[in-house]
């Protein structure tokens, strides 16, 4: 059973880096059919796909964001990355990690972390 | 605005059957790409429930179902129990967007 655990500030400053690692256990990251994602909820809110990673590097964004958020793997420790640049109060969110099976639907979750964006 | 939009919220008595619908368009659902829900209790972290249209993972009981036909899809749950009362989420994949989802459902068990 595929287990992961976000980690990271859970404060950030506005215009500031937010930053996030996601650790896999339980299995390799480097299993074929799973894209390694990051998910956020806005409080109240509604799930908001971030983008995802395959283990060999191919990365895809939510257009919008493309710009903001960067996600890495680092497969000598089984971890994947986020960062999202330049944030700002909108950017507070619960911040959740997943595996993407076939890059299709999502079957393993993190517990979530909550970023509060805040001077 | 979500691309694919679910109702706000539903509700049902228990031992009744609840649906929530997830309506698409050309782009996305209609285009043939599969639908998957997720089920998301209170304080806790989304929860696969349903996936390629009407795939139950292993430990998800019988009661939920799901279907799609056109641009919408579906998510049916028979014998409501109080313990399934939480937000429902669709999922599928826009051709411009790439990952979308549901604005999500409140499932309230009256």
């Known amino acids: 059973?595929?287990?992961?655990?976000?980690?990271?500030?859970?404060?950030?400053k506005p215009s500031q880096t937010l930053s996030l690692t996601c650790a896999v256990s339980g299995g390799s990251i480097t299993s074929g059919p799973y894209y390694w994602s990051w998910i956020r909820q806005h409080p109240g809110k509604g799930l908001e796909w971030l983008g995802?990673?395959?283990?060999?590097?191919?990365?895809?964004?939510?257009?919008?964001?493309?710009?903001?958020?960067?996600?890495?793997?680092?497969?000598?420790?089984?971890?994947?990355?986020?960062?999202?640049?330049?944030?700002?109060?909108?950017?507070?969110?619960?911040?959740?990690?997943?595996?993407?099976?076939?890059?299709?639907?999502?079957?393993?979750?993190?517990?979530?972390?909550?970023?509060?964006?805040?001077? | 605005q979500s691309v694919l939009t679910q109702p706000p919220s539903v509700s049902g008595a228990p031992g009744q059957r609840v649906t929530i619908s997830c309506t698409g368009s050309s782009s996305n659902i209609g285009a043939g790409y599969d639908v998957h829900w997720y089920?998301?209790?209170?304080g806790m972290a989304p929860k696969?429930?349903?996936?390629?249209?009407?795939?139950?993972?292993?430990?998800?009981?019988?009661?939920?179902?799901?279907?799609?036909?056109?641009?919408?899809a579906s998510l049916a749950i028979t014998g409501?129990?109080?313990?399934?009362?939480?937000?429902?989420?669709?999922q599928s994949y826009d051709k411009s967007l790439r990952v979308v989802f549901g604005g999500g459902t409140k499932l309230t068990v009256l």
């Not at chain 1, 992961?4 to 404060?11: F, I, V």
């Not at chain 2, 249209?53 to 279907?67: A, C, E, K, L, Q």
């Open chain 1, 1 to 12: 059973q595929v287990q992961l655990q976000e980690s990271g500030p859970g404060l950030v």
């Open chain 1, 52 to 119: 995802y990673i395959h283990y060999s590097g191919s990365t895809y964004y939510k257009p919008s964001l493309q710009s903001r958020v960067t996600i890495s793997v680092d497969t000598s420790r089984n971890q994947f990355s986020l960062k999202v640049n330049s944030v700002t109060a909108a950017d507070t969110a619960m911040y959740y990690c997943a595996s993407a099976h076939n890059s299709d639907y999502f079957d393993y979750w993190g517990q979530g972390t909550l970023v509060t964006v805040s001077s």
């Open chain 2, 39 to 42: 089920q998301q209790l209170p």
């Open chain 2, 48 to 72: 696969l429930l349903i996936n390629d249209n009407s795939n139950r993972p292993s430990g998800v009981p019988d009661r939920f179902s799901g279907s799609k036909s056109g641009t919408s």
């Open chain 2, 80 to 90: 409501l129990q109080a313990d399934d009362e939480a937000d429902y989420y669709c």
